[in-house]
């Protein structure tokens, strides 16, 4: 047999292994919360083997662990498209990274512009957070060819592409309020608008506002203790 095709199989085997044993522990956290959901006010104990029998039960835990299977499939087929990371592409790579995915984020920048490198900061923050999505970035000195044919004058350039096509860009900071000190969260709006990168749920969002409150608070108590010096 192949030595390469054995590798895959091999690979194959292995992902779906993982993918096999987090639906077990999926199974068994969701028939304790709702075991715990379900529980009568007199909290009487119940079996959970006599849960896990329940064919009702049985039927959602599979649709449920059936939907994370796919979903965790989904992803890694995308990380290995190169989405889930903000990387650096040359101008030989362009046309089969942008027509590769439904939906690319391409960054044409100069590496010494300031501003490039503060859309670089935002874009890598929000590419592991928007993986269906991919997110890339090409220096425009060394893509002549690519900055004629889509008509770049002015850096930095976010072009965005749906299904290989040019459908919208992001010139400048225009779209920014043509500030500087824009926000991650501003980025992450104006791309939601344009339709490149899709809404995230409610418990994202407020992962999100957490962690941004903390960095805050961390960010505060660092001024403090620096003015006390």
Do not use: W
Not at 13 to 35: C, H, S, T
Not at 72 to 94: N, P, S
Not at 178 to 197: H, M, P, Q, W
């Amino acid at each position: 047999m192949d030595p390469d095709s054995v590798k895959s199989t091999l690979s194959n085997l292995a992902f779906g292994n993982v993918i096999a044993a987090a639906a077990r522990d999926l199974q068994k956290e969701m028939v304790a919360k709702d075991k715990a959901q379900a529980a009568p006010a007199s909290h009487d104990e119940v079996d959970l083997d006599e849960l896990l029998d329940d064919p009702e039960l049985e039927k959602l835990h599979a649709e449920r662990i059936a939907a994370l299977k796919k979903e965790a499939e989904k992803r890694e087929v995308l990380k290995r498209q190169g989405h889930g990371e903000y990387r650096e592409i040359t101008e030989g790579d362009f046309l089969g990274e942008v027509t590769g995915s439904e939906k690319v984020i391409c960054h044409f920048y100069h590496r010494e512009f300031y501003r490039c490198k503060i859309m670089d900061k935002h874009l890598k923050a929000l590419a592991p957070v928007y993986v269906g999505t991919k997110f890339v970035k090409l220096d425009a000195e060394n893509a002549p060819f690519f900055v004629s044919k889509l008509a770049i004058k002015q850096l930095p350039c976010v072009i965005l592409f749906k299904k290989g096509i040019a459908v919208d860009r992001l010139i400048g900071f225009q779209d920014l309020g043509s500030k500087d000190d824009f926000s991650t969260r501003a980025l992450e709006n104006v791309l939601k608008i344009k339709g490149i990168i899709d809404e995230k749920k409610k418990d994202d969002d407020d992962e999100d506002d957490e962690s941004e409150s903390k960095n805050r608070r961390v960010r505060s108590s660092t001024a403090q203790d620096s003015d006390s010096d």
